[in-house]
C-alpha cells in the first residue's frame, strides 16, 4: 500500500534490503523534517517511485535479486524517475565501484558505516539544488507558454501554429499521410462587439476557443488563434470525410453554448462558419498551399450563408484513390 504523503515537506526514498537499516536511516531523517517512503528492493523501488515521486533516493549499493546499479539504471531510464538525484549508500569504498557508482546516474555516495552528520549534509544539499532545478524548469515551462499559447483564449498562438504545421508536414511527407486544416470564423463578430462591447466580445472569443478545444480531443491536433475572431484546427493524418465531421461537430458546439448574439442576421446566437481542406504533403508544395485552400472554402461558407462548413478535396493534392 501506497502512503500519502504531504506536498509541504521533502519526500525520501529508502532502498535497502536490510529492515534495520531502513530502519536507523528513516529515524535519523525523520528527525530532520523529512517525509520517508521505504521499499527493500530495487522492483519495490521503482513502483513506489512511479506512484509518489520522491525529491531524492537513498539506495543501497548491494542487495539481492537487483542491485543498486542496476537499480539506478533503470531509474535513470524511466520518465517517471529520470530526475531525481540519487545517493548510493555502499559498503564498498573501492575506485571501481565509486567510479561505477557514477556512471549508473548516482549524484553522490556515502560509504558505511554511516557518518551521520555527512549523510545529513548531503541530503539537504541535494534537495536543495534538486528544487532550485525544478523551479527552473516551472520557470521555463511557463516562458514557453507565453511563447506559444494566445494570452485571450488560452489556445496556441499563431507563432505555435506555424512551428507545429511547419513540422507535421514535413513528417507526413515521409508517411504520405493527408492532413487537413479548419478556418473557422466568428460570424458577424464586429457587429458582436459593437453591440456587446470589447469586454463582452473577449469573453466571446474565450467560450468559443474554449469550446473547440474541447471538441478537439486528439492529442495530435491543434487549435490556434490566427488572428482576430479566426481560429484554425490542425488534424495531422485526417482525410476529408474525417476533417468535416470535425469541423461540423466544432460549428455545433459552439452553437449549443447559446451566446445571445441579438444582431446576427443568421441566428440569435452567435455561430461560426469553417472552412476545411485537405492534402497529401508533397515535397515539391507548402504547407501554406493548404492555408490559401481552406482560407477559400472558409470565404466560400461566409458567402453562402455563414453558420455552415464548406470543405475541398482538390485532386491535384489530395488522392482520392
Not at 565501484?97 to 546516474?105: K, L, P, Q
Not at 514535413?170 to 457587429?191: C, N, Q, T, Y
Not at 460549428?251 to 447559446?258: E, G, I, M, T
Amino acid at each position: 500500500m501506497i502512503t500519502t504523503f504531504a506536498k509541504n515537506q521533502s519526500l525520501i526514498l529508502i532502498v535497502d534490503d536490510e529492515a534495520f537499516s531502513r530502519m536507523q536511516l528513516r529515524l535519523a531523517l525523520e528527525r530532520e523534517g523529512y517525509q520517508i517512503a521505504e521499499a527493500c528492493n530495487g522492483r519495490e523501488a521503482l513502483n513506489i517511485c512511479e506512484k509518489t515521486h520522491p525529491d531524492i533516493i537513498l539506495l543501497d549499493a548491494i542487495m539481492p535479486d537487483m542491485d543498486g546499479f542496476e537499480c539506478c539504471t533503470r531509474l535513470h531510464s524511466a520518465d517517471f524517475s529520470q530526475d531525481i538525484p540519487i545517493l548510493m549508500i555502499t559498503g564498498l569504498d573501492d575506485q571501481e565501484s565509486v567510479d561505477r557508482a557514477f556512471a549508473v546516474g548516482a549524484i553522490d555516495f556515502v560509504t558505511k558505516p554511516i557518518h551521520w552528520p555527512v549523510l545529513r549534509q548531503r541530503v539537504k544539499r541535494l534537495i536543495s539544488e534538486s528544487q532550485v532545478q525544478k523551479n527552473l524548469e516551472f520557470a521555463n515551462q511557463e516562458l514557453q507558454k507565453l511563447v506559444t499559447i494566445d494570452q485571450l483564449t488560452q489556445v496556441a498562438n499563431r507563432r505555435r501554429f506555424e512551428e507545429y504545421f511547419a513540422q507535421e508536414w514535413k513528417r507526413l511527407i515521409g508517411e504520405k499521410m493527408p492532413i487537413s486544416l479548419i478556418m473557422a470564423d466568428v460570424d458577424f463578430f464586429k457587429l458582436y462587439n459593437d453591440n456587446y462591447g470589447h469586454q463582452l466580445g473577449d469573453r466571446c472569443l474565450q467560450a468559443v476557443a474554449t469550446s473547440i478545444q474541447n471538441t478537439v480531443q486528439r492529442s495530435s491536433d491543434l487549435v490556434a488563434r490566427y488572428g482576430g475572431e479566426e481560429l484554425a484546427i490542425i488534424l495531422p493524418n485526417t482525410d476529408t470525410p474525417g476533417a468535416v465531421t470535425v469541423a461540423e461537430n466544432i460549428c455545433s458546439a459552439v452553437r449549443k453554448l447559446a451566446i445571445p448574439h441579438n444582431c446576427s442576421p443568421v441566428s440569435s446566437f452567435v455561430t461560426i462558419s469553417a472552412g476545411v481542406a485537405t492534402m497529401i504533403p508533397q515535397p515539391n508544395f507548402h504547407y501554406q498551399e493548404i492555408i490559401v485552400l481552406a482560407d477559400r472554402q472558409l470565404y466560400r461558407a461566409k458567402t453562402s450563408g455563414r453558420d455552415r462548413v464548406e470543405f475541398s478535396r482538390a485532386g491535384t493534392y489530395y488522392d482520392q484513390d
